[in-house]
């Protein structure tokens, strides 16, 4: 639920109208849009390819905004690259390898703010391999680099039925 409400939140900011100075409603052509949305996945991609290269915790870095924060579970959220640094030194890269593909991008008209989703999988020495899916939000620094400002994820990757299935067995279990 409470990432329902992210991703509706999201998409409230990402649909709002850019407008100029004088708060005219500007037209941005399809194939502007479209640009700007892969320029987004190729920079998601190469925030995977990164980290596949060089290591998590280096892409994670070098990727956050100042003022990151990334969302994990059963614990609070962590703010700042300097604390978002602190956090993944606990868990060498020599242990984990993280990669991730992209499923969809999509940015505001403005072209500052947009979102990525996909699905991960991490490999841990002597642990079974991790699969699940992941939502970042990303905004554009004064440099113009895409950073991301909010990063989080979900273990397990099920799909159609067994997916559904699932759900309604935590349901259940609930319930009694």
């Given amino acids: 639920m409470r990432h329902l409400a992210l991703l509706l939140l999201t998409t409230f900011f990402l649909s709002s109208c850019h407008q100029d100075e004088h708060g005219t409603r500007r037209k941005i052509s399809p194939e502007i849009m479209d640009s700007m949305r892969n320029d987004l996945l190729k920079t998601d991609i190469a925030f995977s390819t990164l980290s596949a ?39 060498p890269d020599t242990t984990r390898h993280l990669t991730w ?48 400002v909010l990063d989080t994820g979900n273990e397990g990757l099920a799909s159609g039925d067994r997916a559904v299935e699932d759900q309604v067995e935590k349901i259940e279990k609930k319930e009694h």
């Fill in 53 to 91: 290269e060089k290591g998590r915790n280096t892409a994670f870095v070098e990727y956050a905004a100042d003022n990151a924060t990334m969302l994990r579970p059963y614990s609070m959220p962590v703010t700042g690259r300097d604390s978002i640094a602190a956090l993944l030194s606990h868990h």
């Fill in 101 to 148: 593909i992209p499923i969809s991008a999509d940015v505001a008209r403005s072209g500052e703010i947009g979102y990525t989703y996909g699905t991960y999988k991490l490999v841990t020495k002597n642990e079974p391999d991790q699969v699940g899916t992941y939502c970042t939000i990303w905004h554009k620094d004064k440099d113009k680099h895409w950073k991301f």
